[in-house]
């Protein structure tokens, strides 16, 4: 499981004198985000990534099911973060190779979610494959996503999602590994807690989006 480091920065730097510093509090899965401040650079614009779809796998890469058109969006107004789940993948067969080097996906199932994801233009952000998790696991806690698969699934025509930095938008493929016993898939994307350096406080939220 991976934690997330999330730099959150004000754009504009007339908006105050010395920037407002966030500082993010723990998630409810154990990992913590940090947060710094100074400006951005002025002319921070949005570029979209065209959606790619998947390909046939080659000879040495894992097959799956057909992916499932999702088109659910949300937007986080506070942050101003935004993001689209395009389609998903439930059931997706690692190679050989991935197969004997992680035992543990022999009691697990792989799910590959597309989505397209813009980073907020009014702060220093990072957006990306660690922004979401899957909740509603049969023990409680929100499963992180992993990157122990990307090349993988590369190889297989689902290219990995790029991070997002400022204001710009990447689109691409994240890996989950939930347990064979998961029915209920839904998607979460986590905005943590944190609080400006003038007292003001920006609450945690989670955005859920079923799959299925």
Known sequence: MRVRIRTILPVVAAIVAGSALLTACNDDSGGSSQTTSAPAPSGTSAAGTPSASASSAGANSGSSGSPVTVNKSFTDDVMGEKATVLKYVNGYQPSAASKSKYAALANEEVVLVEVKVTASSKYYDTFGANSFHLTGMPNGIDQASTTILDDD????????????????????????????????LVLRYKRLAAKTSAGASIPAKNFDMPLN
């Open 153 to 184: 699934i590369k190889a297989a025509g689902y290219p990995p999602l790029p991070d997002a930095e400022t204001g710009k938008t990447t689109t691409g493929w994240v890996v989950f590994t939930p347990g064979k016993d998961t029915k209920k």
